[in-house]
Each structure stands twice: as C-alpha cells, then as structure tokens.
C-alpha cells in the first residue's frame, strides 16, 4: 500500500528558503496526483501546491512565486522548495495522495492518502 513520510522541516528564519521532502513507497512519485498542504495555529488544512499525474504544478495564490512543487524520481518523492519563507508559512506541512482520480484539486477530502507531517517554523 502507498505510504508518504515527508521531511525537512525545521526552524529558519525570514527571508531563507528550506526545501520538503515527500518519500513515496509503494507507488512510484508519478503514479498519482500529490499535494502539499499545510495546518497553522488555528486554521484548516490548506493546499499549498499540487502536481498532477501528467506533471502539472498547481499553486496557491499565497505561495506563487516562492514556492516550487516538483518530483525527484531518482528518489521517489516530491518536493516543496520554499524560497523567501515568512512567518506567515509556520506550519504543519503534511504530503498527500489522491488515489482514486482522475483529478488533482486543492479539495482535502479527495486526498486519501497523508504523510505524518514535517513542522516548519519561521522566525521573524
């Protein structure tokens, strides 16, 4: 069965980048459509950038420009590289799949499949 373990989280400060990790088992890193989300205090899970199965990065509007979805299929996983991070952007970060298809949407509930999350913290 498919399994996502992500990492790379830590704590950094304003203005630097850190770079996600999104280690796939089971499935290959292309196989399916695959998203980052993030939880901050007291909000919902959000959808931050998503691929799709044909390779199609999808962000949202807060993070266009700074962030970077993309696959390394040499090591199976999708990665998130965060540029010019804010406090903004502390964060539980959480790797997730959409098994079933055919889509690639931002809605949460379509993603059946979730790593344990990676902690990001950004320091002002």
């Known amino acids: 069965h498919v399994q996502l373990v992500e990492s790379g989280g830590g704590l950094v400060q304003a203005g630097d980048s850190l770079q996600l990790s999104c280690s796939v088992s089971?499935?290959?890193?292309?196989?399916?459509?695959l998203a980052w989300f993030r939880r901050r205090p007291q909000r919902v899970r959000e959808a931050m950038a998503r691929m799709s199965v044909d390779g199609v990065p999808t962000y949202d509007d807060s993070v266009q420009g700074r962030f970077t979805i993309s696959r390394d299929s040499a090591k199976n996983a999708l990665i998130l590289q965060m540029n010019t991070v804010n406090p903004g952007d502390s964060a539980m970060y959480y790797c997730a799949a959409d098994t079933k298809g055919p889509g690639c949407t931002e809605y949460e509930a379509l993603y059946d499949i979730w790593g344990q999350g990676t902690q990001v913290t950004v320091s002002s």
């Open positions: 089971g499935a290959t890193v292309s196989s399916y459509c």
